[in-house]
């Protein structure tokens, strides 16, 4: 089997989006299009306090939502919050049975992309980006779907439909 080494824009392969090898430009649309999916889900209104602890989110609400937002880093009070969990706690918090906790103010802006996406984009925009702690065994648990690209894919589309069912 030969190594793929082309994206299908026939750029060179750099990153990986949902376990495909991509090109900077194709996996930079691609995550783009997921973070817009997470933001849409709630409206946020023009001159709305939206806080955002973290900078690589914050650049990326400013560039997505046209609106002029008040965004925030430290708030006592505010309109929404974006918060930095992703898919991958997403999962967790499933497995774990822990309750949504989809409050109606905040905004999981990374819960279409896997943590090892949202790691390439701080990489390639230089943010940090420090990963919500995980319990070992559930972490080992999702590592081990790694292998399984569909499995994996399933697992976690499966885990988006049935918290809707939970509600
Ligand atoms: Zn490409």
Redesign the pocket.
Known sequence: MTEITE???N?KVEYTFEQQN??K??FLRLFKNRIKRALSEKKLRKDSIVLIENECAAQLVKEIIPLPLRIVSKANTYDAQIVTDTLDDEAIDFLEQLPSTDEKNVIKIFKYVSENEVIQYATIKRYKFTPKPKNKFWKEFLDAFKKYPDMQNNLVRNIQELKKLKK
């Open positions: 994206c299908s824009c750029n991509v090109c430009n194709c």
